[in-house]
């Protein structure tokens, strides 16, 4: 009787492994993962990477950004015609396109989307008060006419937010979301939808060039070590990196070295920095936000917390965006940053006492506090105190316009490819008392800093485009640099690893990769 | 009628009164504990970037700049006509939602108590066959220390044995990613069944097995240590030796005398394991990236997602109650020497 028991149980064992009991994947389509469900592919509803990642497979923009940042037309048949005022911008549109329900795309499409965007559109004020109304000349030319100038509405144009929906299927979502299903242009045609799996197809009736496999499954997982697990048991043929923790993206960075895996990476886009409250003391003090800005060594932070991974920073705006790797913000000297403080009566006895809050479901933050508190009692432990203080992201962002933080850790990735977009969020004010931003983006960052030159600045950036509107950028990025109401620590990237039988993930110049260049090697 | 019917037909009707008056006060703190924790939905779903136009807009559009009594009000009405509103973050129904996520844990539930009987109960017998012996102290050690295991801790040490290490398990889901699975009641080992699809059926158990034996097994250790004290209490009893006395064959004292009373108490531990396994295993969902409600909790709650959270702890709610409720007519009816 034991006997059979132990032999009952053995085949029970036995009939668990993979080749008598699971399906194997004979449909040749490639497995990509990534972190957390896809609640909806509504661009207008849809606010995660992940999300976006399949929109752009299943869509077209009006135009692309190219890994080194040039714009590349797509659904546009060429660059955009601005007008001299520069308030109308004219798009001609490529013809011969189907959207996946068989309809031509035209200029309706494009105004469709585009007011529906606005109306609905959860990330709608990325469009701000910019775009005053949407004409249609002919059937495939458009006329955006703007309020006002601005130059960054060609790097809006490659917002996956955007990307044009049949406006005969969604006729009756003009006003409503539709979450489950998804009628772009794009290379490939969902085949199936839930929340944790996407099965998408090539799209037999694509405009371009074909996708170069034979589809993807999209899957997800709920925790970082699942998803390490799954590519290290090649259960799965693609990671993508949003959410997985530095300790694993170190060890799959290590594994790629050892051509375990290959690894393909988005330019630096995620910007994460500390928000200094100027409004108040003790930060109100430009010598004590200098002096903390130089006892930031970045390096450390870096190589203690990402492993390295991670770039340091003395920018808030990513090298692929201003064409250069420049830093403006302070460098890392312990000893100057003394000798600022000593100036303003501090060390000798009397230490600055600076309360840091850093979002405790955010573990690279607590990391990078820590070490920056470490840093700080090696060095100028008879100058500055760092007060460490973890509280759950959404209370940070509900409280920061409140003016509770003295600093905060936070990041930013910039809705678009634009150096406007990482700008704007954290140095526009509409209201300025004092050099005290009452009202406005800055605000809402927590820094509540502000500053007349910077809007002039900004304005007059809306009315130029190309070189001269990046160095007037650059001039505001100097400007802030000068009065550090923020503090960059490094900008970071995403990263995809694929399996050796699988060509090399590549990222456009907005972090999505290309899911129709990834190919089966063996093919 | 029988005088004992009518007695327990009696019992259950105090009990089920009680029912209405538990969900109120499960659901009012519910709503009063989503609006006193920190952190605003409109942050959780479109970020901190966005101005304040948009934000107000928003607050606006999901009622959420209402007088917080009439949310009250109007969220206490909306459950008493079962309408649990809809999710802030994707605008669908709640109870859609919760009727898409449930099945799964339900599935994983049943499996895991199915697993933790037929691992425990054994394990139990063995041990009390082999009284005193060393074999029953093993059996005692393991018992102790699978229900003093972390459960996320488990499930994590098996899925990096079973599917990372030997490769013979999924590392997580409930179907095979390039499949599309049967879609009739949610339940997939039930749709592979009703659809004649043994190919699903194979695969839905490959994809079950892993979460619901390692969470049965670590179950196991309350339901073998249970039916090991109880039955070695229940055969020592002056009753079973009486039935000794008689001349009653062992065996036949066993199963028609011993076992059922013996049973009792984890009929009790049973229904509860359920109940609460029903509500979702939190951290064995999220270890296997199971779809099942806990999951769908976890994420509804860091999304600041209010009718969500709200609907899917109250339906958890109506379920555990209403199990308890079950079970306590179930003692009722089984043991004569409950008073009620």
Known sequence: MKKNF??????????????????????????VASYGKI??????????????????????????????????PKLALEMPIISKDRLKITINLRKNVLFHDGTSFNSNAIKFTFDRFKNIGKMNYILGNRIKSIETPSEFSVIINLN??????????????????????????????????????GKYVLTSFSNEVQLINPNLDYWGEKPLNKGISFVGYSNSSSLFGALKSKQIDVLLSNSIDDIQRNSLNNLSKNKKFKEGNSPFSELSFISLRTSSYPLNNLNLRLALAKSINRKL?????????????????????????????????????????????????????????YRSNVPADKLIALTWQEEIKNSLKDCIDIELNGVESTTVYKNLSLGIYTAVILDWTGAYSDPEAYLTPLLSCNEIVDGICKKGESVYSGSFWGSNKVESLFLESEKISGHKRLEKLVEIEKIAANSIPYIPIWISSQKAWSQNKISKPIFNGAGIISLSDLKLIDE | MSRNLKKLLNYSLLK???????????SSLVFILLRVAPGDPVDAIIGSGADEVSREFLRNKLGLNEPLINQYFSYIQNILHLDFGQSLSTQEPVLNIILKSFPASLELCFFSILSATLIGFPLGLIGLRNRGKKTDYILRILGIATYSIPPFWGAMLAQLLFSVFFKVSPIGGRFPIFQQQPQITGFLVLDSILSNNIIALKDSLYHLALPSITLGFLLSGIFSRSLRVNLDKTLKSDYVNAAICRGISRKK????????????????????????????ALLFEVTFSWPGIALRLYEAISQRDYTLVQGIVIFTSILIVSLNLFVDILIAYLDPRIEY
């Open chain 1, 6 to 31: 132990l032999i009952t149980i053995f085949i029970f064992f036995i009939s668990l492994l993979p080749n008598s009991c699971g399906s194997k994947n004979i449909s040749q389509k490639i497995i």
């Open chain 1, 39 to 72: 609640e909806s592919l509504d661009p207008a509803n849809a606010n995660t990477l992940k999300a976006l990642q399949l929109i752009s497979s299943l869509g077209d923009t009006l135009y692309e950004l190219s890994s080194n940042g040039e714009l590349i």
């Open chain 1, 148 to 185: 006002k100038p601005s130059s960054s509405l060609n790097g809006l144009l490659t917002s996956v937010y955007l990307t044009p929906i049949s406006p005969i299927f969604y006729k009756e979502y003009s006003d409503k979301y539709l979450n489950e299903k998804f009628i772009g242009t």
């Open chain 1, 301 to 357: 932070i870096s190589e203690k917390v990402s492993y390295g991974l991670r770039k340091p920073s003395r920018s808030i705006i990513p090298p692929i965006l201003k064409n250069d790797n420049q830093g403006l913000w302070p460098k890392y000297d312990y000893l100057e940053a003394r000798s600022l403080l000593q100036k303003e009566n501090y060390c000798n006895g009397n230490i600055l006492k600076i309360p840091l809050t």
């Open chain 2, 16 to 26: 089920i009164s009680l029912i209405p008056i538990m969900l109120w006060i499960i």
């Open chain 2, 253 to 280: 004292i066993f199963l028609n005398h011993a076992l059922p009373n013996a049973l009792l108490p984890i009929v009790t531990i049973s229904g509860l394991t359920m109940a609460s396994l029903a509500g979702g």
